[in-house]
């Protein structure tokens, strides 16, 4: 379960090609339980009331298991639909603690949260870049405002105050009079709590006014279609974010990492984190010879997975035992590292 459309496409296009490819895989090999395995794709928009519409109708098609959503703000409200019908819910991007903070049996993440997140930027921006007046942006959403306060709630306890705090608006395009307080602030670090088509537009605006300091996000900046939203791979110099260990580099996940890029596709982002979360409902289902949401739910919070991630495991809440956020930074030639 994925979306497609919209401002974010390029993330549900990333989670589409790791479920796609595992599916593949998974059905090579006999399926589950010598079942063939279909996968539906369906499109929420990242859209919080398209995607109960999504959830209701997956619900009435008999789904299996849900791999999905992207959006914090989509996953909510979806999960207490697949909640209520009893149906396994894992989304390998949605960070938003209310994900899993609601007691809903079956609902998991192969994702971390944004507290873990936050912190990991905060003290990235204390102790690496050493700021003192730091301005919090955010995008008044789910995900974007939830991952902000986050970031600033771990940055005010180490005893830095924020210089400026301040929201935008979805969807908008000139940020000019933002960028002006923000330059006005005199900050010598900026944190973008948002999605990279606001993060882009409002990175270009703030360099065409001569601010140069840090720019700081998360993991809804990790596509290179930020790098196109700011105009550019100029725009990529002295732009950090945090995300998950790059995937690409455990060992367990190259011959589908090869194959990918034998397709001419890199799997960045998100990709691997949807092939590993079909892996692990596949493995539940398998040994569990069930559909049952709570029933395959019980399996995950008690037996540990392999996936080309590596081993997962949950708690009790459906989060991961272990996270592994840490710092990238993009370069002038749009690309990203791990620091």
């Not at 996968?39 to 009331?49: G, S, Y």
């Not at 990991?120 to 919090?136: D, G, H, P, R, S």
Request: with cysteine; proline share 3%.
């Amino acid at each position: 379960m994925l979306f497609r459309s919209g401002a974010y496409a390029a993330f549900g296009e990333q989670i589409a090609n790791g479920a796609k490819m595992a599916v593949a895989d998974l059905n090579k090999a006999g399926g589950i339980n010598n079942r063939q395995v279909e996968l539906i794709i369906a499109d929420d928009a990242c859209e919080p009331k398209q995607a109960v519409t999504v959830a209701n109708r997956l619900e009435n098609e008999g789904v299996s298991a849900v791999v999905g959503h992207f959006c914090s703000s989509s996953t909510i409200p979806a999960s207490e639909v697949y909640g209520d019908a009893g149906i396994l819910m894992i989304t390998p991007a949605s960070t938003n603690p209310k994900v899993t903070d609601r007691n809903i049996t079956t609902v998991f993440r192969t994702c971390g949260r944004d507290e873990q997140q936050g912190e990991v930027a905060a003290l990235f921006i204390y102790n690496t870049l050493k700021a003192k007046n730091v301005a919090v942006i955010h995008d008044n959403d789910t995900y974007g405002k939830g991952i902000a306060d986050a970031m600033r709630a771990k940055l005010n306890q180490l005893g830095t105050k924020e210089i400026l705090y301040d929201g935008l608006t979805r969807g908008e395009k000139d940020f000019v009079a933002l960028a002006t307080k923000i330059k006005a602030s005199k900050a010598d670090a900026i944190y973008f709590g948002g999605m990279h088509n606001e993060a882009g537009p409002l990175l270009k605006q703030l360099r065409e006014m001569g601010v140069s300091a840090p720019f700081i996000s998360g993991d809804g900046i990790t596509t290179k279609d930020f790098i196109t939203s700011a105009g550019g791979p100029q725009f990529g110099e002295n732009v950090y974010m945090t995300f998950g260990a790059d995937p690409r580099k455990i060992a367990a996940g190259k011959a589908v990492i090869d194959t990918f890029r034998g397709n001419g596709y890199e799997p960045e982002g998100y990709t691997l984190y949807a092939y590993a979360t079909v892996q692990i409902i596949s493995q539940a289902i398998t040994k569990t010879n069930s559909t049952d949401g709570v029933t395959l739910a019980n399996y995950l919070k008690s037996t540990p997975i392999a996936t080309i991630m590596g081993e997962k495991a949950w708690d009790k809440k459906g989060d991961l035992t272990k996270t592994d956020f840490v710092m990238y930074k993009w370069d002038k030639t749009g690309n990203y590292e791990q620091l």
